[in-house]
């Protein structure tokens, strides 16, 4: 009697199910440790020993293009969270974009093997067209980065540089992968994630892609470290055309030129951020406990008390070197409220630079205030 073979069709996120029967398993196929390889990948340090080899196996299947391999357990659930790791980490997989598996049982229904099979939505000469389109403009983006910059300098540089170069489209082609970010220079927040972490990669920042939701809606940012230390940052929310987009006001109309800070270098004390982003459960999230390199306390920017000469000393360095607007974050709302009222309410704006009027958005962000700069 043949072995039954139930056979899993997984298409982002929904899941079809179909069966069949196949004379005999596969021979196993042989794959190669990946591990020294992903020693600076968040996800795959947090799996035990046994789900590190399928994440190699995987690893090997996606890069090798194989039709399918073997893997090293019989239990899906595990099988569907390494998955999740290796999508996790691997942000340079635009040509696959799902999976098939495969069950084997004996005649007591006892599972005996699991073959994994990647889905390809492109062959390997378009591959290697894209890879070579990819590279080239992401050698340009990173034209004005050293390599020699400190992780803080490096971050920052990616993040402004993605959301001056990328418009955030929704119905953008191809935006749950890098060929949007790279080549269409139009995506969704998928993209972004993964268009960061390709670029910090290549910058030496580790930098992993989170999937999750936020406010509800299914979203994804990064992980990354500096310094040794974890933060969170999502350059989607730091798109201020996103919030145009989402929103529709005139308000976000007139900041769609505005970088937008708050989601850059995110700690677990922003409460703000930490209550409306939430992971998915498949990989546990480590604790984000640093604030030295959040953007604001690392610009001088955050007030945890009010000082008008330190708020007014920031206006006025802005001001002075030519940016077109500065954002002052404060720890709470009383806070926020003496400065709204200092610098706005009272016009205390115009003793920190010479312009005849300013715009301002009252309420930014949370217990953010933002000020433009007219000329």
């Given at each position: 009697?043949?072995p039954?073979?139930?056979?899993?069709?997984?298409?982002?996120?929904?899941?079809?199910?179909?069966?069949?029967?196949?004379?005999?398993?596969?021979?196993?196929?042989?794959?190669?440790?990946?591990a020294?390889?992903?020693?600076?990948?968040?996800?795959?340090?947090?799996?035990?020993?046994?789900?590190?080899?399928?994440y190699d196996?995987?690893?090997?299947?996606?890069?090798?293009?194989?039709?399918?391999?073997?893997?090293a357990?019989?239990?899906?659930?595990?099988?569907?969270?390494?998955?999740?790791?290796?999508?996790?980490?691997?942000?340079?997989?635009?040509?696959?974009?799902?999976?098939?598996?495969?069950?084997?049982?004996?005649?007591?229904?006892?599972?005996?093997?699991?073959?994994?099979?990647?889905?390809?939505?492109?062959?390997?000469?378009?591959?290697?067209?894209?890879?070579?389109?990819?590279?080239?403009?992401?050698?340009?983006?990173?034209?004005?980065?050293?390599?020699?910059?400190?992780?803080?300098?490096?971050?920052?540089?990616?993040?402004?540089?993605?959301?001056?170069?990328?418009?955030?489209?929704?119905?953008?082609?191809?935006?749950?992968?890098?060929?949007?970010?790279?080549?269409?220079?139009?995506?969704?927040?998928?993209?972004?994630?993964?268009g960061?972490?390709?670029?910090?990669?290549?910058?030496?920042?580790?930098?992993?892609?989170?999937?999750?939701?936020?406010?509800?809606?299914?979203?994804?940012?990064?992980?990354?470290?500096?310094?040794?230390?974890?933060?969170?940052?999502?350059?989607?929310?730091?798109?201020?055309?996103?919030?145009?987009?989402?929103?529709?006001?005139?308000?976000?109309?007139?900041?769609?030129?505005?970088?937008?800070?708050?989601?850059?270098g995110?700690?677990?004390?922003?409460?703000?951020?930490?209550?409306?982003?939430?992971?998915?459960?498949?990989?546990?999230?480590?604790?984000?406990?640093?604030?030295?390199?959040?953007?604001?306390?690392?610009?001088?920017?955050?007030?945890?008390?009010?000082?008008?000469?330190?708020?007014?000393?920031?206006?006025?360095?802005?001001?002075?070197?030519?940016?077109?607007?500065?954002?002052?974050?404060?720890?709470?709302?009383?806070?926020?409220?003496?400065?709204?009222?200092?610098?706005?309410?009272?016009?205390?704006?115009?003793?920190?630079?010479?312009?005849?009027?300013?715009a301002?958005?009252?309420?930014f962000?949370?217990?953010?205030?933002?000020?433009?700069?007219?000329?």
């Amino acid at each position: 009697m043949w072995p039954l073979a139930a056979a899993v069709l997984v298409i982002g996120f929904g899941i079809g199910i179909y069966w069949g029967r196949q004379p005999q398993a596969p021979s196993p196929v042989e794959h190669q440790s990946h591990a020294q390889q992903q020693e600076a990948a968040y996800a795959y340090s947090t799996l035990n020993e046994t789900q590190q080899e399928v994440y190699d196996q995987m690893v090997y299947a996606i890069e090798e293009r194989k039709e399918y391999v073997s893997l090293a357990t019989t239990d899906q659930e595990e099988m569907k969270k390494v998955y999740w790791a290796v999508r996790y980490d691997h942000c340079e997989y635009f040509w696959t974009d799902s999976y098939r598996y495969e069950v084997f049982t004996n005649r007591k229904g006892e599972t005996t093997a699991l073959y994994f099979r990647p889905e390809y939505t492109m062959d390997e000469k378009q591959q290697a067209e894209y890879q070579k389109q990819i590279d080239a403009s992401a050698d340009q983006m990173l034209k004005g980065i050293s390599k020699e910059a400190s992780d803080y300098e490096k971050a920052l540089y990616v993040y402004r540089t993605l959301i001056e170069q990328t418009e955030y489209v929704e119905t953008s082609e191809n935006n749950q992968n890098i060929i949007s970010t790279f080549v269409n220079h139009e995506t969704v927040c998928q993209g972004y994630s993964y268009g960061a972490q390709y670029l910090l990669n290549r910058l030496g920042v580790a930098c992993t892609t989170v999937c999750g939701t936020a406010e509800g809606t299914n979203h994804s940012w990064n992980l990354i470290v500096m310094d040794g230390e974890y933060y969170y940052m999502d350059v989607t929310w730091g798109e201020a055309e996103y919030w145009a987009s989402v929103d529709g006001d005139d308000q976000a109309e007139g900041t769609k030129d505005v970088v937008n800070y708050s989601y850059f270098g995110v700690s677990d004390a922003d409460k703000n951020f930490i209550s409306q982003h939430e992971p998915f459960d498949d990989i546990p999230m480590p604790e984000c406990t640093a604030m030295e390199n959040n953007y604001f306390v690392h610009e001088g920017l955050y007030f945890d008390q009010w000082d008008q000469d330190q708020a007014g000393s920031a206006i006025r360095l802005a001001y002075e070197k030519g940016q077109t607007s500065i954002s002052l974050k404060f720890a709470n709302e009383d806070l926020y409220d003496q400065a709204f009222n200092y610098l706005i309410e009272e016009n205390n704006w115009s003793r920190y630079c010479d312009e005849k009027q300013i715009a301002y958005v009252d309420g930014f962000d949370m217990n953010v205030l933002m000020l433009r700069f007219i000329s």
